[in-house]
C-alpha cells in the first residue's frame, strides 16, 4: 500500500503561483510513477503531468505546458507541482497518484490522495 496526501492548494489570483506537495508513504516511493490529476465541477478527472520513477521522464498536459513543472524529491518522499501563471481554468480539484509503470491514464493509477482545492480569481 502506497499513502498519498496532497497539501498547498489555496486561493490565488490569475497570473499567480502555488506549489502542491504530495507526500508518500508505505511502499518504497522510488519505485512509482507520481502523476498529477485534476477534476473541475462537472467534469472528468483529467491529467496534468507525470514523473517516471527515476524523474527522467516527464509529460504535461497541453493546457499547463510551460506553466506547470513536476519534480520528486526522494530524500523527502515527495512530489511536487510548480504551478505558474495560473488562470481561472486551472480551478479544480487537483489529485496526487501513484502506480508502477509509466503512463497519464487516470484509470491506470493503483493509489490516490485525498484532493486539494486549487481556486483561481480572476
Known amino acids: 500500500q502506497v499513502q498519498l496526501v496532497e497539501s498547498g492548494g489555496g486561493l490565488v489570483q490569475a497570473g499567480g503561483s502555488l506549489r502542491l506537495s504530495c507526500a508518500a508513504s508505505?511502499?518504497?516511493?522510488?519505485?512509482?510513477?507520481m502523476g498529477w490529476f485534476r477534476q473541475a465541477p462537472g467534469k472528468e478527472r483529467e491529467f496534468v503531468s507525470v514523473i517516471s520513477w527515476s524523474g527522467g521522464t516527464r509529460d504535461y498536459a497541453d493546457s499547463v505546458k510551460g506553466r506547470f513543472t513536476i519534480s520528486r524529491d526522494y530524500a523527502k518522499n515527495t512530489v511536487y507541482l510548480q504551478m505558474n501563471s495560473l488562470k481561472p481554468e486551472d480551478t479544480a480539484v487537483y489529485f496526487c497518484?501513484?502506480?508502477?509503470?509509466?503512463?497519464?491514464?487516470?484509470?491506470?493509477?493503483?493509489?490516490w490522495g485525498q484532493g486539494t482545492q486549487v481556486t483561481v480569481s480572476s
Open positions: 497518484a501513484a502506480r508502477k509503470g509509466y503512463s497519464d491514464n487516470a484509470a491506470s493509477y493503483d493509489y
Open positions: 508505505g511502499r518504497t516511493f522510488s519505485y512509482y510513477t
